[in-house]
């Protein structure tokens, strides 16, 4: 069975991409965040998931720690982070960052470490 979700079951704001879906209660291993970072230095706190994360930048820079690793990644790229492994990234500016971030999981799993 298709599902269609309505951008209000899972948008912060109408004008805006920025929120998080979990997929598992519709039958996919996967979730969703929408990422909208406005100022630079902004981002998540060092963490990690059980299973792999993909990042799509689809606007802006970022720099991402993924072990004792530093990436700079921009619009258009497509960073995977391994299961297990630590990681965060800050917005680098100058304008906003948005990325699609993809678990391959149903539900979230996080682990803070920051």
């Known amino acids: 069975m298709a599902h269609v979700i309505d951008r209000d079951q899972w948008a912060e704001a109408p004008d805006r991409w920025q ?4 997929c598992g ?4 291993r996967s979730c969703l965040i929408f990422n909208y970072v406005p100022g630079i230095g902004g981002g998540p706190r060092l963490h990690k998931h059980p299973y792999a994360e993909i990042f799509i930048i689809r606007q802006g820079r970022a720099l991402f720690t993924v072990g004792d690793r530093r990436i700079e990644a921009s619009a258009g790229q497509i960073l995977i982070v391994p ?5 965060k990234f ?3 500016g100058p304008g906003p960052l948005e990325t699609t971030d993809i678990h391959e999981n149903g539900s979230f799993i996080t682990e803070w470490l920051e």
């Open 90 to 92: 800050s917005n680098l």
């Open 83 to 87: 299961p297990d492994t630590p990681h």
């Open 19 to 22: 929120g998080e879906l979990q």
């Open 25 to 28: 209660a519709f039958g996919s």
